[in-house]
């Protein structure tokens, strides 16, 4: 099947930025979401690219695509300790959503 | 952004009970509706697509008989675990499928068969 990789985990210094990176395999891919779950929560759509960007930015979020290298990141500008949480990137080709294991990102003072 | 209602967000049943689980739609409607199954410390795994007004699609593994998915409505389609036993237990997110392609989730049901 399918695979989307990340890393497990990633710590950052308040304030400082945050860079996720996600890789998957299928080349059919159309859209690549981030989605953030909080402990005993739903996903919270953060943010998606359609395939053919290389690039998205939502306020403190920046997407970035390497459709070449299948290359997915999350950049979190001025990282918050409200932005601790687990984050999922996700790919969907043919309409089916396939996902990471998730980054779990600790914010610490 | 568009919402998707999950209930109840938390259940305890005994085992050979079954339990229902709904996801809405709330301000659009979904043609199509995911429902996953989350493992603690894991990703999603998606258990069965279910479209509106036909049967569901269940991934490879996932036993039908088991996990009952209706689609009644563009709206609202269910969860059904039937025969719950303790390694049922587990949290189920379903999402529903916007025209443009994004996916919005519900809150999540955790399910704790004693």
């Known amino acids: 099947g399918e695979d989307v990789e990340q890393s497990l985990f990633l710590s950052v210094r308040e304030g400082d930025s945050s860079v996720i990176n996600c890789t998957y395999t299928?080349?059919?891919?159309?859209?690549l979401y981030w989605y953030k779950q909080e402990p005993g929560a739903g996903l919270q759509l953060l943010t998606y690219i359609f395939s053919n960007m290389d690039m998205k930015q939502d306020q403190r979020l920046t997407v970035l695509l390497n459709k070449k290298d299948k290359h997915l990141s999350l950049r979190i500008a001025d990282t918050q300790t409200g932005d601790s949480a687990i984050y999922f990137c996700?790919?969907?080709?043919?309409?089916?959503?396939?996902f990471g294991r998730g980054t779990s990102l600790i914010v610490h003072p | 952004g568009a919402v998707v209602s999950q209930h109840p967000s938390r259940v305890i049943c005994k085992s050979g009970t079954s339990v229902k689980i709904e996801c809405r739609s709330l301000?659009?409607?979904?043609?199509?509706m995911f429902w996953y199954r989350q493992f603690p410390k894991q990703s999603l795994m998606l258990m069965a697509t279910?479209?509106?007004?036909?049967?569901?699609?269940?991934e490879q593994g996932v036993e039908k008989d088991k996990f009952l998915i209706n689609h009644a409505s563009l709206t609202l389609s269910t969860l059904t675990v039937t025969s719950a036993h303790p390694e049922d237990s587990s949290f189920y997110i379903c999402?529903?499928?916007?025209?443009?392609?994004?996916?919005?989730f519900g809150e999540g049901s955790r399910l704790t068969v004693l």
């Open positions: 999402s529903a499928r916007l025209h443009t392609g994004e996916l919005f």
């Open positions: 996700a790919e969907m080709a043919d309409y089916i959503p396939t």
């Open positions: 279910s479209n509106e007004g036909s049967k569901a699609t269940y």
């Open positions: 299928d080349s059919s891919s159309t859209y």
């Open positions: 301000d659009f409607q979904a043609t199509t």
